[in-house]
């Protein structure tokens, strides 16, 4: 079992960019989770998916922010323009039904 | 609105003593609560989960209480251990809302050889 993969590990780009971050679940799991780590807020929800589909979007912090699930096994987060603000750590997670999240190494982000 | 919290930011202890970690959470629809633990460039890792339907979970060293009248659950390790030195966060979730999970600030703990 690979686990959760994210992609890339770290990301260093420009106020006003596109920045897309990678997230392959775990084989079979049919719940999506993405995280933002902060040191004011923690760790927060942004938005997750059931069997691909959005459920919740409410912690999606302004229309720049975007997320995809095409396919049980790829989900999208993309943050355009990105700001100096949005420099955090971007995690994905993913589950059986109710079983505990698995999450992934994350992804720093860096915005200057 | 913080409805997870955990109000000690580090503890530190002794090997081979208890490590006790705190939650205290304000909804009280929450059945559901688990504790991860994050060492440094890596993502949180499930630790052990109570319901709400009982008040202790116990998995090797590491005990979990949940006393729902105060609203706080509280996280045991004995003997603890140099290598349990991480953060650990606290979780709370509504069954039917699909795993969704509602973390505390975590708590860095040190334990000292």
């Known amino acids: 079992d690979a686990g959760v993969i994210q992609s890339p590990r770290h990301e260093v780009t420009e106020m006003g960019q596109e920045v897309t971050l990678r997230c392959k679940p775990i084989?079979?799991?049919?719940?999506l989770f993405w995280y933002r780590q902060t040191m004011m807020r923690g760790l927060e929800l942004l938005i997750y998916f059931n069997n691909n589909v959005p459920i919740d979007d409410s912690g999606m912090p302004e229309d720049r922010f975007s997320a995809k699930m095409p396919n049980a096994s790829f989900s999208t987060l993309k943050i355009q323009p990105s700001e100096p603000r949005d420099s955090a750590v971007y995690f994905c997670?993913?589950?059986?039904?109710?079983?505990?999240?698995?999450f992934g190494n994350g992804t720093r982000l860096t915005v200057t | 609105d913080q409805q997870v919290k955990q109000n000690s930011p580090s503890l530190s202890v002794q090997e081979g003593r208890i490590s006790i970690l705190n939650c205290d959470y304000t909804?009280?629809?929450?059945?559901?609560f688990l504790w991860y633990k994050k060492y440094p460039a890596e993502g949180p890792t499930f630790l052990i989960s109570i319901s709400s339907i009982k008040d202790k979970n116990e998995d090797g060293r590491f005990t979990v209480f949940l006393n729902k009248s105060a609203k706080h659950l509280s996280l045991h390790i004995v003997p603890s251990q140099p290598g349990d030195s991480a953060v650990y966060f606290c979780a709370a979730s509504y069954r039917n809302q699909g795993g969704k999970l509602i973390f505390g600030q975590g708590t860095e703990l040190s334990v000292k050889p």
């Open positions: 909804n009280s629809m929450f059945d559901y």
């Open positions: 997670a993913s589950s059986l039904k109710n079983s505990p999240l698995h």
């Open positions: 084989s079979g799991h049919n719940s």
